[in-house]
């Protein structure tokens, strides 16, 4: 049992370093919607694009690695005026 339970254990540090030395693969970045002016971050992992009705979007920002960091692209363009939400 105690080989079992450290097999298990050990396993799952394995694993988990891995996930974390791997870079991700998916990235985000902002869009902005055309009738409003709100910024919205997307997900490129997603498999769908946003629906394109009855208003158009734009890519307003370069993909970026994690949610933290498009948060921050989409809080700059609010102070910059470029979003209104």
């Not at 996930?19 to 902005?32: D, E, N, W």
């Not at 910024?39 to 992992?45: G, T, V």
């Not at 993909?63 to 609010?78: H, I």
Request: net charge positive; aromatic share 8%.
């Amino acid at each position: 049992m105690r080989r079992a339970t450290a097999l298990c254990a050990a396993a799952s540090i394995a694993v988990s370093g891995l996930a974390l030395t791997s870079p991700a693969q998916a990235g985000y970045y902002v869009i902005r919607w055309d009738n409003t002016g709100i910024c919205q971050i997307w997900n490129e992992e997603m498999t769908s694009k946003p629906l394109q009705w009855p208003s158009d979007y734009k890519v307003v920002s370069k993909p970026v690695p994690t949610f933290a960091a498009a948060a921050a692209v989409q809080e700059k363009m609010r102070q910059q005026r470029h979003c209104t939400l």
